[in-house]
């Protein structure tokens, strides 16, 4: 006698290719809203293509950036919060290209998790989307994967990818030397960097993420769960005005690791901690944790988002037009000829 089994198909194995098919259809008008100059094809294909003449360069260097958002997404996941870590991913990544003095061009999206959920995978991405637009970033392709057996219950990640461009005579940094002013650029919370720390301090807290935060009317969850700022817009006009020698994202590693990645072995920079306080964030976390602030400095960005290093000559013109673009910067300290990086006032 022939025993017979019932057949299977792939959603009997925990991945439903309609669910992702439908989510296609459904973000296509967050995907079309990001398009700009030199975009040339259409989500569905096997590649995105983009027309790096049609965007305007002579003599163009291309620079690529990849990044995540971190543990952050375990409080976007317990908080079933999922529109602002899409602006985190983007801005993690075009962040670090207009580092290097280049426009971001296109991007591209990966998430993965272990049952597609379509609402908040759309979510997401209409939160990606949003933040290319205001980056001027197309979002050219992604890949959403359902790996059940990988991720399990609400678990998933994010990772991004994005390319940029610059004519070759704008890279960055250039010329920069003893006693260039740095100049800080506000964060709009902790950005995606030291959640683990975080959630730490969280735990010694004995508060939950819904709690309403000592230092604050909101939750706790909701202040942290503010999305890393964008700063393409108002750094790519600095940098075609020739106003900027040098710019650190202060990601993970904090002032402490970011400052000396634009420098030469030679050249240091002495940071005046007395120029701003921390947000009330960070001295909360300082505190309940007990961190010591040199620890403070190489975990988190302290409220600094971006340092940029300009002449003194242009110290002014560069206030004024961060000011206009809604950027209260202010300057922070010195390139030196130490070699090392001081912290200026630090109180242990």
């Known amino acids: 006698m022939t025993n017979k089994k019932s057949s299977l198909s792939y959603i009997d194995a925990g991945v439903n290719i309609d669910a992702g098919n439908r989510l296609v259809e459904e973000i296509k008008p967050f995907i079309s809203a990001t398009a700009r100059p030199g975009v040339m094809s259409n989500i569905g294909g096997f590649g995105g293509l983009f027309d790096l003449r049609a965007s305007g360069y002579d003599d163009p260097i291309l620079v690529s950036a990849t990044d995540g958002?971190?543990?952050?997404?375990?409080?976007?996941?317990?908080?079933?919060?999922?529109?602002?870590?899409?602006?985190?991913?983007?801005?993690?990544?075009?962040?670090d290209l207009i580092c290097q003095g280049?426009?971001?061009?296109?991007?591209?999206?990966?998430?993965?998790?272990?049952?597609?959920d379509v609402s908040v995978a759309k979510e997401i991405i209409q939160g990606i989307a949003v933040a290319c637009k205001i980056a001027n970033c197309a979002l050219i392709g992604g890949e959403t994967a359902e790996m059940p057996g990988v991720y399990s219950g609400d678990d998933f990640d994010l990772a991004g990818f994005a390319v940029g461009a610059m004519e070759r005579t704008r890279v960055l940094p250039k010329d920069i030397s003893a006693g260039d002013a740095l100049i800080a650029l506000p964060a709009s919370g902790v950005h995606s960097n030291g959640f683990s720390l975080i959630r730490k301090v969280l735990q010694r807290s004995k508060l939950d993420w819904f709690d309403k935060a000592p230092f604050s009317d909101h939750s706790i969850g909701s202040i942290f769960l503010k999305p890393t700022e964008l700063y393409v817009s108002p750094l790519l006009k600095l940098i075609n005005k020739n106003m900027i020698s040098g710019i650190a994202h202060i990601t993970g590693g904090g002032l402490t690791e970011n400052l000396p990645r634009i420098l030469n072995a030679n050249l240091g920079v002495a940071v005046d901690t007395s120029t701003w306080e921390f947000p009330d964030e960070f001295l909360w976390l300082r505190d309940i944790g007990n961190i010591p602030n040199s620890e403070m400095f190489k975990t988190f960005n302290c409220g600094i988002g971006m340092v940029i290093i300009t002449k003194n000559t242009v110290i002014a013109d560069a206030l004024m037009l961060l000011k206009s673009e809604g950027f209260n910067a202010f300057q922070i300290g010195e390139v030196t000829d130490t070699g090392k990086l001081e912290y200026l006032g630090v109180k242990e």
């Open 102 to 116: 280049a426009e971001p061009l296109f991007f591209l999206d990966y998430f993965a998790t272990g049952k597609l």
């Open 69 to 95: 958002v971190g543990t952050k997404l375990k409080l976007a996941i317990g908080m079933k919060k999922y529109n602002t870590i899409g602006q985190d991913l983007v801005a993690m990544c075009v962040n």
